[in-house]
């Protein structure tokens, strides 16, 4: 078997090592001895269905990682890079991913109960197929869309799927239908104006 090391991304520090069929064996193997795993450098790693239950992973470098049906939950991620990742059936309940960006992640069936989302970034489609009703925090998160506009996204956005331009949003002060964003307020006036019957 290869030796396997678990690096940082400061410094390229070993903060874990040893030999191992794969990086995700290495990995797990560290996360069940709770090795503190902060600014660990796992970028575009393949850990699917990865075990990683309450790993001490703050400021991980996850981006371009393939985390699908990867168990997350209570895990300390505040602050990690995870752009351009596959979260399809990942698991992150009640973790801390606060302070995280989340931009061009893809999302599905992605369980995100009792997490703190707090501060984080988004800018996908598939962020809204998350549940944010179920978490516990997510003051200060950012939606962000391709068009480069900033929504704030500090509670719940309210989904409203099928119709014919693409999804309708409702973020805290923006809504988004299809690919464009208008202010809340204004577009609420154009539809308070619409004429009855029509």
């Known amino acids: 078997m290869p030796l396997i090391k678990l690096k940082s991304t400061e410094d390229d520090t070993v903060l874990y090592q040893g030999q191992f069929v794969s990086v995700t064996a290495c990995l797990e193997s560290a996360v069940t001895q709770q090795i503190n795993l902060e600014n660990i450098d796992l970028q575009n790693a ?48 009640y973790s801390d991913i606060s302070y995280c960006s989340f931009e ?67 973020m805290d002060h923006q809504v988004k239908i299809g690919a464009r964003i208008h202010p809340y307020r204004e577009w609420l006036s154009r539809v308070l104006q619409v004429p009855h019957g029509r």
Not at 73 to 87: F, K, P, V
Not at 129 to 136: K, N, Y
């Open 46 to 93: 393949n850990l699917m269905n990865a075990n990683l239950d309450e790993a001490k992973m703050p400021g991980a470098n996850l981006s371009g990682a393939n985390l699908s049906g990867a168990n997350l939950s209570e895990s300390q991620l505040n602050g990690a890079n995870i752009t351009n990742a596959a979260l399809y059936n990942t698991c992150l309940c």
């Open 104 to 170: 061009d992640s893809s999302f599905g069936a992605t369980d995100i109960t009792g997490a703190n989302l707090a501060e984080s970034r988004f800018s996908t489609l598939s962020t809204f197929s998350l549940d944010f009703t179920l978490v516990g925090n997510m003051e200060g998160c950012v939606f962000r869309d391709p068009g480069g506009t900033l929504c704030a996204m500090s509670r719940p956005p309210i989904v409203l799927s099928g119709l014919p331009n693409g999804p309708l949003v409702l």
